[in-house]
């Protein structure tokens, strides 16, 4: 006998997780279905990190709406996942009074969006709280209410907890068809799998195109949008205090210039429209556009700290809106799309609207066994000496430094691999870790790394851990 889930969730962002986190609140059969092999694998994975205030969204909109509702929510969903979050503040600047109704323009809109504390501040008080900025700006609009955030360690989190609270998820497993029969929907996979449920959430990204056309009638379009990035070293974190916006362009937001919650600084992103959904490959162009741009904004950038780059694939619609309804020629099928900047900062309130769409389908029951936490990941370098000696008493692989960039623990490395919804791969060791992120990009650490998750996965694979 078949099994039907109550609700399939297609695509394991942080939108997918969020949703899944919202709907494991209920009694009921989920799962998420991603065609990577594990979760952020995506948008989610390359994106600019940060928690908009919401000034830059038209007033009225969904996007409005949800962005600011979304970074109210954030700062507490952080504190209860136990996610590393930061409301270090933003500045939107400008070269010159010619530029100051467009600055007035953003501050009209925020506050019709409902940001708060958001206010025009001049040459003196920029420099001020922002030691670095380019000789250059003369004024600014200040949003204190912007934040920082890993959108890795929310997107595990988020998915950790829908896990544990029952939501199932399988990857490496490509939709490549849907129907509908009976009001059930069979959702096939590449791998020649079958999937039953009486929802279906399209939450997809880039490919959200792709899957809104396999049932719907009415067409949709996605356009790639891709945005390189540079990551300079720890060493020169105290760069940057604030996140540094150039005015926004019919484009996007622009190269900013922003801490990270990890003590780097991040340049970025470029915007470019691509065919490609997969390319994600950094250009020569790109990278000295945003050298070029960044010292626009602030002076003596250290461009020779810079450790990596990369690029990531933002889901654009023409529209530059969010669509989160249930079709309506395909009932049970809810969309999810173009879900671009500020997709991070929404997310909390758009898992929170999707799993209410499903309730007024579905009679969902409360879940009174819902566990609205995760196990905090051990970090040994915050502990004191007394807490760190019980630590390795009952643990001594939280003794042995495995990266000695960022000073990670083989125990780390062995908590995020036995997690639920746990790292299967290098990369996923590398994000929920920050492990091979350092200088060195792995140059010492990889070898090891690399045995220590082929030996933890074996052990799993035999039913010798957990």
Do not use: W
Not at 56 to 85: C, F, H, I, R
């Amino acid at each position: 006998m078949k099994k039907i889930y109550d609700c399939i969730i297609i695509g394991a962002g942080v939108t997918g997780a969020a949703t899944a986190y919202n709907l494991s609140r209920y009694k009921g059969k989920f799962l998420v279905l991603d065609k990577e092999n594990d979760v952020c694998e995506g948008t989610s994975k390359a994106n600019s990190a940060i928690i908009h205030a919401g000034f830059d969204a038209t007033p009225g909109t969904l996007m409005a709406e949800l962005n600011v509702k979304g970074s109210q929510m954030m700062e507490e969903l952080a504190k209860t996942l136990n996610v590393p979050y930061k409301r270090n503040g933003a500045m939107v600047v400008a070269k010159s009074e010619s530029e100051r109704p467009r600055l007035d323009e953003l501050l009209e809109r925020g506050r019709k969006n409902g940001v708060r504390d958001l206010r025009i501040i001049e040459k003196d008080e920029i420099r001020k709280i922002e030691e670095n900025i380019s000789p250059d700006v003369t004024l600014a609009l200040y949003a204190p209410t912007s934040a920082i955030i890993c959108p890795f360690t929310l997107t595990y989190a988020l998915s950790e907890v829908a896990a544990i609270n029952g939501v199932n998820f399988a990857f490496n497993k490509r939709v490549i068809g849907i129907q509908k029969t009976d009001g059930i929907f069979r959702v096939c996979t590449e791998d020649q799998s079958e999937y039953y449920s009486k929802v279906v959430i399209n939450a997809s990204g880039v490919y959200a195109d792709v899957i809104h056309n396999m049932v719907s009638k009415d067409r949709a379009t996605i356009v790639p949008r891709k945005g390189e990035y540079m990551v300079l070293d720890r060493s020169v974190g105290n760069f940057v205090k604030h996140t540094i916006f150039p005015l926004p362009t019919a484009m996007g937001k622009g190269i900013l210039v922003t801490p990270t919650i990890h003590g780097n600084v991040l340049l970025g992103p470029t915007a470019k429209d691509t065919e490609d959904k997969d390319n994600t490959e950094t250009t020569t162009e790109g990278l000295e556009t945003i050298k070029k741009k960044c010292k626009e904004s602030m002076k003596d950038v250290p461009l020779s700290k810079v450790i990596t780059s990369f690029a990531g694939l933002r889901a654009h619609d023409v529209r530059h809106q969010f669509t989160i309804e249930e079709n309506k020629d395909v009932k049970g099928f809810i969309d999810v799309m173009g879900i671009e900047s500020p997709g991070l900062s929404s997310a909390p309130a758009i898992g929170e609207m999707v799993s209410e769409i499903v309730l007024n389908i579905l009679p969902l029951k409360a879940n009174p066994r819902f566990k609205n936490e995760r196990k905090p990941q051990i970090n040994p370098r915050e502990l004191s000496r007394k807490e760190y000696k019980k630590l390795v008493l009952f643990h001594p692989e939280y003794a042995k430094i495995v990266c000695r960039c960022h000073k990670i623990t083989k125990g780390e490395i062995l908590d995020c691999i036995n997690r639920p919804v746990g790292a299967t791969t290098i990369l996923g060791i590398k994000k929920r870790t920050t492990a091979l992120m350092g200088a060195c990009q792995g140059s010492f650490c990889l070898p090891e790394i690399t045995n220590i998750l082929n030996e933890a996965l074996s052990k799993k694979k035999r039913g010798l851990h957990g």
